[in-house]
Nanobody, 126 residues
Framework: QVQLVESGGGLVQAGASLRLSCEIRQRVPTVRPMAWFRQATGKEREFVGVITWSGEHVYYAESLKESLKGRFNISRDNAANMVFLQMDDLKPEDTGVYYC???????????????WGQGTQVTVSS
C-alpha cells in the first residue's frame, strides 16, 4: 500500500512562493508517475501536472496552460522518495487544497490515480 503525505501549504500573499512536498511512504515499485491535483472550495478536483518516474517528462494541464504560465514546476527526488510542486508568483485563484497522487501510468484524470495524500491547504490572499 502506498502512502502519500503532503506538506508545505500555508497562507501567503499574492506574488509569494510556496514549495509543496509529497513524501512517498511504503513505495510500490510499480507506482511510477506522480501527479499534483488541486481543489478549490465548491469545485471539482483539477489536474495540475504529472511527472514520470525518471523525472525526464513533466506534463501540465492544458486547461491551466495560460493560468500557470511557467509559475509552477514539478520535480522529484527518487532517492528521497519525494515529489515537489514549486509555485511562484501565486495568485488568489491558486487557492485550494493540493493533493499529490500516484498511479501506474501517466494520466490527467483523477480516476487514473489509485493513491492519494490527505492534501495540504494553500490560501493566497490578494
Amino acid at each position: 500500500q502506498v502512502q502519500l503525505v503532503e506538506s508545505g501549504g500555508g497562507l501567503v500573499q499574492a506574488g509569494a512562493s510556496l514549495r509543496l512536498s509529497c513524501e512517498i511512504r511504503q513505495r510500490v515499485p510499480t507506482v511510477r508517475p506522480m501527479a499534483w491535483f488541486r481543489q478549490a472550495t465548491g469545485k471539482e478536483r483539477e489536474f495540475v501536472g504529472v511527472i514520470t518516474w525518471s523525472g525526464e517528462h513533466v506534463y501540465y494541464a492544458e486547461s491551466l496552460k495560460e493560468s500557470l504560465k511557467g509559475r509552477f514546476n514539478i520535480s522529484r527526488d527518487n532517492a528521497a522518495n519525494m515529489v515537489f510542486l514549486q509555485m511562484d508568483d501565486l495568485k488568489p485563484e491558486d487557492t485550494g487544497v493540493y493533493y499529490c497522487a500516484a498511479a501506474r501510468k501517466v494520466s490527467s484524470e483523477a480516476r487514473g490515480y489509485e493513491w492519494w495524500g490527505q492534501g495540504t491547504q494553500v490560501t493566497v490572499s490578494s
